[in-house]
């Protein structure tokens, strides 16, 4: 399974929200799109994107044209030595991480057949590799995403766990 990191004060804050929704229950307002459920316990540590809400999926921000929304990969937590990293040191890591979870794909990506003659280079629901600073950043509630041309995309991967760093 991949490994995700989510920094400390960001799930106190999810866990706050948690406590907060179950109180107010009854009362309607406006949700924040949040990823955080995607993550699993924090002894895992890993993105699970089968998890994410179908809620939070459909307010993210739809790719156009030939764009596609990804979602990084923060890697472990932990060296292979079971030394933890601090939570500052996993975040720059992941401003720089070269691998991500393609969460939609513009309706134009990939249409292009002289600059795509075999077809798409990845589809939804796969993990791929991109350049270490492409793409646009935005932070939304528990975590950040990208919005990256159809053709930054370097490479399709099995486990975002097997590309080590670059």
Known sequence: MSNLILPEHVKRAISAKTVE???ENNEEKSEAIDVSSAYV??????????KLP???LE?????????ILILPYKGSGKTKGGVLMADETIER?????????VLAVGPEAYKDQEK??????CK?????????????????????VRILNDDEVIATIADPADVLSV
């Open 54 to 56: 179908q809620s939070a």
């Open 21 to 23: 929704e179950s109180v």
């Open 124 to 144: 939804k629901g796969d993990w791929v590799m991109i350049g270490r600073y492409a793409g646009t950043r935005f932070r939304i509630e528990g975590g950040e």
């Open 93 to 101: 890591n992941s401003l720089a991480t070269v691998v991500g979870y």
């Open 41 to 50: 316990p924090e002894v895992e540590r890993s993105l699970d994107p089968s």
């Open 116 to 121: 795509f003659p075999s077809g798409p280079w």
């Open 59 to 67: 307010r993210m921000p739809q790719p156009t044209g030939w764009r």
